[in-house]
């Protein structure tokens, strides 16, 4: 039952990054549509209705991946609007990043992330990560209810 | 003024003072030794008076002839006296007394006789109360007259004598109490004006010291003064300075570092990720058209995309040992050997058995994730190169030296050729290659890092095929 | 640095709290001497003093001040000898006198009311003869048979009396003319006697004066003269710390003659009238000292028992010489110099 209507998030800058967690993602199965943006103010305006996204559907994605490092507006900055604005909050939110990073880590726990992964290097390693994000958020997790 | 200086005037002053009162001791001393001679001269003259007297009485008396002889000589023995006593100097009250004994010695020295020889002329014949009888008398009353005279100017003489022996004697206790009270006068109080100037200056020091090793390296030591420790104190400052300084640029650096990893993390990792992510994808697809050598070459860069995730892994972890803070407690070195191998026998294939020979372990002080690294490090590395070795045996045991606790781990596996040893526990210097035993090289690099930073030292022996050897100490605290 | 500073200002109190105390101590001390020596009044004390070189002490202490120390206003009376002083002390015109041992005996053997305070002189040479050469005297034994001038009942009598004797020197042929002192100076200058027997400074004077034509006829031997000062015993029972303060003066003088002798000389040269050379060639041998010892005792019994043998004082005896001396004034200042024997009580043992 509308599982077409459940979108993902995903917030990466780099093209490469973004192909490899796409085909992960479609390894894992998880047909939902994955909404590509390449950087935090676009994602910003995105989720807020901003600018350019003022006229988008106005169901938000069920799920949140946010990579760190993008020129402009880092992940953190990212993360942190959403979890201060009320009707954002309760999306999950799960970091996916290059380096753990003890700096990043704490930062983002703080700003309230609901989880935190590290890509590794070896892309098998990260088919499984992914197919266990997807496993959990999709189907395990009781996802928040659908909000405007 | 300097302590050096002031400390030289004291010694030089008390130099002097000790020859001052050294020379005046002498003086004083000498000029004792003279009065109480002169004293016993006089009581010796005294004698003499008083004898003379006595023999003078004999003859008066008895009219013996030797009587008068004796009482010649024991003339002649005064009038020796008196000239010694004439050479002498004297006060003018002395002089004076000398000078009537010797005008009444004379007269008495020339009265007797004439008395004597009015007695022989008067010896042959009846005079009875004549004139020579009257003569005798009147010159016999003007001797007794001049004897005493002689023998009280003796007396006040002597008195004056006793006098000044008294007073060369309070003198010479006056000087020797009077030195004495200054000497000490002069130590007492550079004693202790240099020690109240050392307790404050040290105390400063003190407070200096505790501070900068509490790490308050921008304390300075106010100054005052131009002695010795005033000078310290501004090398102290200057040294306080340099140490801030180089604690600022330590600082700098290592935060450059954190930098550099945090860079290292992301930048260098995501290129990486896509080699291998792309890699795999194209295992993926249909390769079947490929050929050998292009399917060769595929596999070598996907292996190398691999090999270099490991290493950059590796040089993070490494690079995290010297920068994480150690959060120093009590670590039961027996127990982390335990558990260590205890999450190693998990991944140990299921038939291979090794024989665990572990000794008595210490408690240490120290970081308790950093130490369980260095036991999985070696344990590990003593289990991978046994892997040749039907019966490994491996043993972990400690000792002691005075000041640190000695352990280490035994394997009899592969060893290694002792003239490599210096490149053991250099990052990623391996003394096998990567298709006889896998590995970065990273393991013992970490090894040694983190026992420096506990202050210990690690060092290794091996032979090949025998087996190696890997100490490590750590410092001995507290805990014993 | 501060307590450094401390320290210092402490050392500074200390000594500023000693320097004080040490101020006020003194004070109180000196204040104390002071009101000790204060008297309510002052003392006239009339002192009869012949023109002798003897005389110095008292005479030095007089010209110096130092009698004034204790509130005594002091005069002295001269006079020609210290008999004639001494008789003018017991008839009441003085309250000291100075005089030889000879006068003080026959007023001792005759019980005249004195005390002897203390001696201040003593010579074996103040007492001699000049006698003129131009008369034919060169030795003692030319003396026979001349005319000696003397006066009665004083030193230069005793000496003149055991000179003749000890020289054998017949009295019966020699005649003796009685003249009080500065009328024998005169007859011995005029002709009138051929020799003398008197004292200094009338020695030293005839000597010079007559120069080559003297000849001085001394013994150093046969005869001690002591000069003593005496006082009447009203004057010591009223005034007793007066006594020890002449005494005590006394002392002091005889610390001035021997500091500045040239001065000392000066002050004598001009109470006896005579040049100060003459007064300097006087001084020498003489014993200048204050004290009373057993010699003095000696010499007044001694010439007690010439003055009853020659008949000079009839019906007498010799009393108790010891107690005509006043010991307790001397003995409080210069105890030593009291060399008397005596028993504690200061009577005869």
């Given at each position: 039952m509308g599982m077409d209507l459940k979108k993902i998030l995903l917030v990466e800058d780099s093209p490469n990054d973004a192909e490899l967690t796409l085909e992960a993602l479609k390894t894992a199965r998880l047909a939902n549509e994955v909404i590509w943006l390449k950087d935090g103010q676009e994602a910003l305006d995105f989720l807020f209705c901003r600018d350019a996204y003022a006229g988008r559907e106005k169901v938000n994605p069920v799920l949140i991946l946010l990579d760190i490092k993008m020129p402009r507006v880092d992940g953190l900055q990212v993360l942190k609007q959403i979890k201060e604005d009320a009707r954002l909050r309760s999306i999950p939110v799960v970091i996916l990043t290059s380096s753990r990073e003890e700096v990043d880590l704490l930062e983002g726990y703080n700003h309230g992330v609901n989880a935190f992964v590290v890509k590794p290097v070896n892309f098998n390693e990260f088919l499984h990560s992914v197919s266990a994000l997807g496993t959990f958020w999709a189907l395990l997790n009781e996802a928040p209810p659908i909000t405007i | 003024m300097k302590i050096r200086t002031s400390l030289r005037i004291t010694s030089t002053i008390s130099i002097l003072m000790m020859l001052g009162s050294t020379v005046g001791t002498f003086f004083a001393f000498k000029w004792l030794r003279q009065a109480s001679a002169f004293e016993l001269q006089l009581i010796d003259l005294q004698g003499d008076v008083f004898e003379r007297t006595l023999l003078r009485d004999e003859y008066l008396l008895m009219a013996r002839p030797q009587s008068l002889v004796r009482w010649k000589q024991k003339s002649l023995e005064i009038a020796g006296h008196l000239k010694d006593l004439s050479g002498r100097s004297l006060s003018p009250s002395s002089a004076l007394l000398l000078d009537r004994m010797n005008q009444k010695f004379q007269a008495t020295w020339a009265l007797l006789p004439r008395i004597a020889a009015l007695r022989s002329s008067n010896e042959g014949g009846e005079s009875g109360k004549g004139s020579t009888w009257r003569i005798e008398q009147r010159l016999t009353n003007q001797l007794l007259v001049d004897t005493y005279l002689l023998s009280d100017s003796t007396k006040l003489l002597l008195l004056e004598a006793r006098r000044d022996s008294i007073d060369e004697r309070n003198n010479l206790l006056l000087l020797l109490a009077l030195s004495t009270l200054a000497l000490g006068l002069t130590v007492t109080s550079a004693s202790t004006h240099l020690n109240h100037l050392l307790s404050r200056r040290v105390a400063v020091l003190k407070t200096w010291t505790y501070s900068i090793s509490n790490g308050k390296l921008d304390y300075r030591i106010p100054l005052g003064g131009d002695d010795e420790l005033a000078d310290l104190a501004r090398e102290v400052n200057d040294l306080a300075e340099k140490l801030q300084r180089t604690y600022e640029s330590l600082e700098a650096t290592n935060r450059e570092l954190e930098a550099f990893s945090y860079s290292v993390s992301h930048d260098l990792r995501a290129p990486l990720r896509h080699l291998t992510g792309f890699v795999e994808l194209l295992w993926r697809m249909d390769l079947s058209s490929l050929d050998v050598k292009s399917q060769h070459y595929l596999t070598v860069i996907s292996d190398s995309a691999k090999k270099m995730g490991c290493l950059i892994d590796d040089l993070l972890s490494f690079s995290r040992m010297g920068r994480g803070e150690m959060m120093k407690r009590n670590v039961n070195m027996g127990q982390l050997v335990h558990e260590v191998i205890a999450e190693h026998a998990k991944d140990?294939?299921?038939?291979?058995f090794i024989d665990w020979r572990i000794g008595t372990l210490p408690t240490v002080v120290g970081d308790q994730a950093m130490l369980r690294l260095v036991l999985t490090n070696l344990v590990s590395n003593a289990v991978k190169y046994s892997r040749q070795v039907a019966a490994p045996i491996i043993e972990i045991s400690a000792s002691t030296d005075e000041t640190h606790h000695v352990l280490c781990v035994r394997d009899n596996g592969a060893g290694f050729d002792m003239r490599f040893v210096d490149k053991l526990f250099v990052l990623f210097q391996r003394l096998h290659s990567s298709e006889e035993y896998e590995g970065t090289g990273v393991g013992l690099a970490n090894v040694r890092r983190i026992i420096t930073r506990h202050g210990g030292r690690t060092w290794a022996e091996g032979e090949p095929n025998i087996g190696a050897t890997f100490y490590f100490t750590l410092p001995q605290g507290p805990e014993g | 640095m501060r307590s450094m500073i401390r320290h210092r200002a402490v050392a500074r109190a200390m000594s500023g709290v000693l320097v004080v105390t040490g101020l006020v101590w003194l004070a109180l001390f000196g204040c104390r001497n002071k009101q000790h020596g204060q008297l309510p009044t002052s003392v006239p004390i009339a002192i009869a003093c012949p023109r002798n070189i003897s005389s110095s002490l008292v005479i030095i202490a007089k010209e110096q001040g130092l009698f004034y120390q204790d509130g005594a206003v002091v005069t002295l009376i001269p006079f020609e000898s210290g008999k004639v002083s001494l008789e003018r002390m017991l008839a009441g015109e003085a309250d000291l006198a100075l005089v030889a041992e000879t006068p003080l005996a026959k007023a001792i053997l005759t019980g005249g009311k004195l005390s002897i305070l203390a001696s201040i002189h003593q010579s074996s040479r103040d007492v001699a003869i000049v006698a003129r050469k131009d008369r034919g005297i060169h030795t003692p034994s030319d003396l026979e048979g001349k005319v000696i001038g003397f006066t009665q009942g004083t030193s230069g009598h005793f000496f003149l009396d055991t000179f003749c004797l000890v020289n054998r020197i017949g009295l019966g042929s020699t005649t003796f003319v009685d003249l009080p002192p500065l009328q024998l100076r005169n007859a011995l200058l005029d002709g009138k006697v051929d020799a003398v027997s008197t004292w200094d400074p009338h020695v030293a004077f005839l000597m010079d004066a007559l120069g080559p034509r003297s000849v001085l006829l001394r013994d150093e031997f046969i005869y001690t003269q002591t000069f003593c000062l005496v006082a009447r015993p009203e004057f010591i029972r009223d005034h007793p710390d007066q006594v020890k303060a002449i005494l005590t003066g006394l002392l002091s003088a005889l610390k001035f003659m021997s500091g500045s002798s040239t001065q000392a000389r000066d002050l004598v040269a001009a109470y006896t009238q005579v040049e100060p050379s003459l007064v300097s060639k006087a001084f020498t041998g003489h014993d200048f000292d204050v004290r009373l010892d057993q010699s003095l005792m000696l010499s007044i019994e001694n010439e007690c028992r010439w003055f009853l043998d020659s008949g000079a004082v009839q019906n007498h005896e010799i009393p108790d010489v010891l107690s005509y001396f006043y010991l307790p004034g001397l003995l409080e200042v210069r105890p030593e110099a009291v060399q008397v024997i005596r028993d504690e009580q200061g009577g005869l043992p």
């Open positions: - | 140990l294939p299921s038939g291979r | -």
